[in-house]
């Protein structure tokens, strides 16, 4: 099946073999709680609760992080739009008023200056 890394049945879990990947699921599951079968599913894939029409998108490679910006001029929001890495240092040369560094293939964030 396209899209499905892995399936696991409630059994399995419960007493197969352990490796790293079971060992963290093992950690969500409950055998009164949850379901029968553990799909995981591979990054970039989207899950559909078919109910709520909730929209869930895999990304095993992204993970979240606080950033701030404190100083003058800097009004104080908080930004909702995932902000890629690329974008630190030209934002922080902007501030500084200095050229972004040569490597720097993404434009400084906007918005955020007073």
Request: overall charge positive.
């Amino acid at each position: 099946m396209s899209g499905v890394r892995s399936a696991y049945s409630s059994q399995r879990l419960l007493l197969g073999a352990w490796t790293p990947r079971i060992d963290k699921i093992r950690n969500t599951f409950n055998p009164h709680l949850s379901g029968d079968i553990y799909i995981e599913v591979m990054p970039g894939w989207s899950v559909v609760d078919e109910y709520s029409q909730v929209t869930k998108v895999v990304r095993d490679n992204y993970s979240s992080a606080p950033l701030i910006f404190i100083g003058n001029n800097i009004k104080p929001e908080i930004l909702y739009t995932p902000v890629k890495m690329a974008t630190i240092a030209p934002t922080i040369a902007h501030f500084m008023r200095i050229r972004a560094p040569n490597a720097a293939t993404a434009a400084p964030l906007t918005g955020i200056h007073k």
